[in-house]
């Protein structure tokens, strides 16, 4: 008789994607995510309306991720739900769905760091494209050890992952994250938001090496970004009072020149943290990922370095519920679940990357 398939339903709902995923043994079969319009007026997430649209989105995204799967929620094996970090607000209402439908079901719940997802959407497969294959060294999974450079609105880590719930934080930012910054930059200039990929757009026609921003002096393999946000708003300003239409004239230079400055600061401590450790598979996650310059830098530092080098669908880097499942589905393997009293968490202890009780 064939073994009961392991299908696990993954939950986001860490900042302001509504995001749910089933996995068929180890295949990714639907994943369906709802962003939030609502915050674009405001230049960032507004954490209130995060929680209220969460609210309204959580049974709908659901639905439809079992629907589009052809999977009914008795057949469930577990649910998997990010805890944390990230806005409380937000998490709750995902944490809270998750509790109540593995209740009811009598399933058990896999709880998931948000971050070892991010890292984990490595290892996302879809059958009909079987992201398993590397090509080139490009894509494809990593294998253990790896460096992960793990950028979003929230996070600039170098993660060392030595196994798939063996992970340790070797460098982040001090103030800022690098999407961060980026937002923060496009925002005085008065472009939309999200700033990243606007800015990635103005920067293909614009000159990177027409302005230089402060660079931090930083320790060991972290980094800071709050320097360049201001070096770049200072700089900015005294343009103006010669231009008073000088972003209109010079925004693509600007946004070239910012993006370069900003993946040089990335690139500079994960290449002397590659270096180091020596270690030559190297990885990229989180939304800042889908930015061509980066991608274009971990290129180059294949060609010139020997990296392999490991980038995700783009649809798996920015938030999403895949990654959670995935994680769900290695976690599950260990029976590794969490009982029903486990809360949200809004920041996590640096350094080991492993799940608070
Ligand atoms: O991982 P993510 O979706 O979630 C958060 O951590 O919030 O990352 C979102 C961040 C935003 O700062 C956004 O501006 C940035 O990723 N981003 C980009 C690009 N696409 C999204 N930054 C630079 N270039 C892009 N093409």
Sequence with gaps: MKDKPIIILGIESSCDDTSAAVIRDGYLLSNVTASQAVHEAYGGVVPELASRAHQQNIVPVVDQALKRAGVA?????????????????????????????AASLGIPMIEVNHLQG??????????????????????????????????????????????????QIIGQTIDDAAGEAIDKCSKVMGLGYPGGPIIDRLARQGNPDAYHFA????????????????????????????????????????AASLEKTIVDILMNKLRRAAKDLKIKHVAVAGGVSANTGLREAF?????????????????????NAAMIAITGAFKYADKDFCPM???????????QLKIEN
């Design 73 to 101: 929620k008795d057949e469930l094996s577990a649910i998997a739900f990010t805890r944390g970090p990230g806005l409380m607000g937000s998490l709750l209402v995902g944490v809270s769905f998750a509790k109540g439908f």
């Design 118 to 167: 991010h890292v984990l959407a490595h290892f996302i497969k879809e059958k009909e494209t079987p992201s398993s294959l590397p090509l080139k060294g490009e894509g494809g999974q990593p294998p253990f050890p790896f460096l992960c450079l793990l950028v979003s609105g929230g996070n600039s880590q170098i993660v060392l992952v030595k196994a798939y719930n063996d992970m």
């Design 215 to 254: 660079k931090p002096a930083i320790e060991g393999y972290n980094y800071s970004f709050s320097g360049l946000k201001t070096s770049f708003l200072y700089n900015l300003r005294d343009w103006l009072k010669d231009d008073p239409d000088f972003i209109e004239h010079h925004k693509e230079d600007l």
């Design 299 to 319: 290129k180059d530092h294949a060609r010139r370095y020997g990296w392999a080098i490991y980038i995700p669908k783009f649809s798996y880097t920015t938030d």
């Design 341 to 351: 009293e486990a809360p949200a968490y809004s920041r996590m202890d640096n350094g």
